[in-house]
């Protein structure tokens, strides 16, 4: 018997049991990636521990709650550190969810994952995937091992706003802590903290109490079925690099990083600035160049822009500009058409 299970009063497990898998509910598909929500360590310990050691399944266990909610459906499509995540793999996801989505049985998904890249993966998902069907993602900052993992709850909750009725056509959101947030705007803000996930100065737009969803606000930027991207068949992605820009930061990075990617992403400092010797290499670039930001919040326009081949990220972050600018380089752009996505999406 799992951790949980043992200190459960029998009549509440029972229920669960009794409630599982039961007709007419719905389903709701998990589709396990990984991450230290199925992380295992030292006993109690927060750090240490090895991301994506459990399955889906051995990670059901401890939430019996979860079954009485739909019925549930389990898919490992990996069990890794969400730092080895690929295109390869964000586009096996949105092929399963674009497949699965026809199924009328199917209420939503729910994607287990590890937070370090869990913000990438919303936005690519928020940009391909072609259902109104609720799209969940969760994970927990400490270990399913950890005193109070906080994974278990994440988990529920996540299935919650799955299976609502409030979730359906908001496109892919991230539910962490007790609260919901849109693809576009989420981001990691806490190396160790639960309160990890946050979404900066356009904040959460909803939180899950007891299991009932209370959604306040509306993505306001084009997602799933509004959007243009059609990633069905494909295997890989284009190449985008980023470059951070920092004092003294190497040309040769620069240069380097061009001569190897099908575009780039600039972090650059304040709104989108770097010296005048990494201007002068940007001026001869060819390849699309997309100018972020290394500060969390904030917009960059296209009077910020100190290099006229260059197109402003918006207030989109280097990982999220550079999703974007590969899904953007599937077909030949212009730089019109560059900033007409990047107003767009
Ligand atoms: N390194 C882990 C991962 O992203 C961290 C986490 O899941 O919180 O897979």
Redesign the pocket.
Same mark, same amino acid.
């Given at each position: 018997m799992n951790k949980l299970a043992a200190l459960l009063p029998p009549k509440r497990m029972q229920a669960c049991a009794a409630d599982a898998g039961g007709p007419g509910r719905g389903r709701i598909v998990i589709l396990a990636t &990984? &991450? #230290? %929500?199925v @992380?295992v360590g030292a006993a109690g310990k927060t750090t240490g521990y090895r991301? @994506?050691a459990l399955t889906a399944e051995e990670l059901l266990r401890d939430v019996p709650e979860l079954f009485s909610l739909a019925e549930i459906e389990t898919i490992q499509l990996c069990n %890794?550190?969400?730092?080895d995540m690929t295109a390869e793999m964000w586009l096996a996801l949105a092929r399963t969810i674009n497949e699965r989505a026809a199924d009328p049985d199917v209420l939503g998904f729910v994607i287990t994952?590890? #937070?370090? #890249?869990?913000e990438e993966t919303a936005y690519f998902l928020n940009l391909t995937v072609k259902t109104a069907k609720p799209v969940v993602i969760t &994970?927990?900052?400490r270990p399913a091992t950890a005193i109070s993992a906080d994974g278990p709850l994440n988990l529920y909750e996540a299935v919650c706003v799955a299976r609502s009725r409030e979730a359906i056509g908001q496109g892919v959101l991230i539910v962490f802590s007790d609260r919901i947030y849109a693809a576009r705007s989420v981001t990691k803000t806490s190396t160790y903290h639960v309160m990890?996930i946050s979404a900066g100065e356009m904040g959460a737009i909803g939180v899950v109490r007891d299991g009932a969803v209370y959604l306040y606000e509306k993505p306001g930027k084009a997602h799933t079925t509004a959007t243009e991207f059609d990633v069905a068949g494909l295997t890989e992605l284009p190449r985008v690099s980023i470059l951070y820009f920092a004092v003294d930061a190497d040309p040769e990075l620069l240069r380097y990083a061009a001569a190897h990617s099908d575009g780039l992403v600039i972090a650059g400092a304040g709104a989108g600035e770097f010296s005048r010797l990494w201007a002068g290499i940007i001026r001869g670039l060819t390849i699309p160049v997309v100018v972020s930001s290394r500060i969390d919040d904030g917009i960059i326009t296209r009077d910020n822009l100190l290099c006229p081949n260059t197109v402003a990220a918006d207030n989109l972050s280097p990982q999220k500009a550079a999703v974007l600018l590969r899904l953007a380089l599937l077909r030949p752009v212009t730089q019109a058409r560059l900033e007409a996505l990047f107003a767009m999406y």
């Open positions: &990984g &991450g #230290t %929500i @992380g991301p @994506g %890794i550190n969400s730092d994952h590890g #937070t370090d #890249t869990m &994970g927990s900052m990890a």
